[in-house]
């Protein structure tokens, strides 16, 4: 307790730093397995393909991914954006599959029933779909974003400064309450996030079951994070 109270500054500093690098990738993962999504569920030919590359992004060793994204995306190798876009990579492997399964859930009868008062493919997905299919994203984008918050600690093995520091030195210097201080900050952090994304979900759907499920999630983006 005393190392603890001894470095609250570099705690909180850690803690900002990993909000930082894992925001960005949730909502940049979300965003681009809408697309992938819709293509996955819409079009069964491409269905599996998309689902099957999507599902083998993640993989790949995070240690890999962070060897061969400098040469592609031309970032340096000990850099924050390297360990961005590799947590963007697993967030879009997650979210994809999520979103096609959360589209396949609506309702045909529901879709037939916007085509029969008039809603165009644009307008229909927008109005009609994807608000049914909330719920279901919803509960995809809370496991993707646990496990970001969980795998962003690998940031530390390429010189990213976050609170995996406090597993490396903990376990260098042999303070194993620094390194049970760094497991018990991602927990309140893929926590809080977590609760804030519950709260952000019932107040955008209110039809959504009020059942979180948060230990479930949780520890479903722990073992799949601890996978990667």
């Given amino acids: 307790m005393t190392w603890v109270l001894d470095n ?7 803690t900002l730093d990993h909000l930082r690098q894992c925001l960005l990738p949730i909502v940049l993962g979300f965003v681009i397995a809408i697309p992938l999504g819709w293509v996955a569920f819409r079009f ?13 992004l993640y993989t790949i060793p995070s240690l890999a991914l962070f060897a061969i994204l400098p040469t592609v995306f031309g970032v ?5 954006a390297n360990l ?5 990579i697993y967030a879009v492997a997650i979210m994809a599959r999520s979103v096609a399964d959360a589209l396949g859930s609506v309702d045909p009868a529901v879709r037939q029933a916007a085509v029969a008062v008039g809603y165009g493919p644009w307008r229909r997905f927008w109005g009609v ?20 918050i969980a795998l962003a ?10 609170l995996g520091y406090l597993f490396t030195n903990g376990l260098q210097r042999r303070i194993l309450v620094e390194v049970f201080t760094g497991v018990v900050a991602v927990m309140v952090v893929a926590l809080v996030i ?10 955008l ?24």
């Fill in 8 to 14: 609250l500054e570099l705690i909180a500093g850690l």
């Fill in 44 to 56: 069964k030919l491409t269905r599996g393909l998309v689902l099957t590359v999507t599902g083998l």
């Fill in 76 to 80: 340096r190798y000990i850099s924050e």
């Fill in 84 to 88: 961005v876009i590799a947590l963007t």
């Fill in 129 to 148: 779909e994807f608000p049914l299919a909330g719920p279901v994203v919803l509960a995809g984008l809370r496991v993707t974003a646990v496990s970001t």
């Fill in 153 to 162: 600690t690998v940031g530390i093995l390429i010189g990213v400064d976050n």
């Fill in 194 to 203: 977590d609760a804030l994304l519950v709260i952000a979900g019932r107040v």
């Fill in 205 to 228: 759907m209110p039809w959504a079951p009020r059942r979180s499920g948060r230990s479930r999630v949780v520890r479903q983006a722990l073992h799949a994070g601890g996978a990667a």
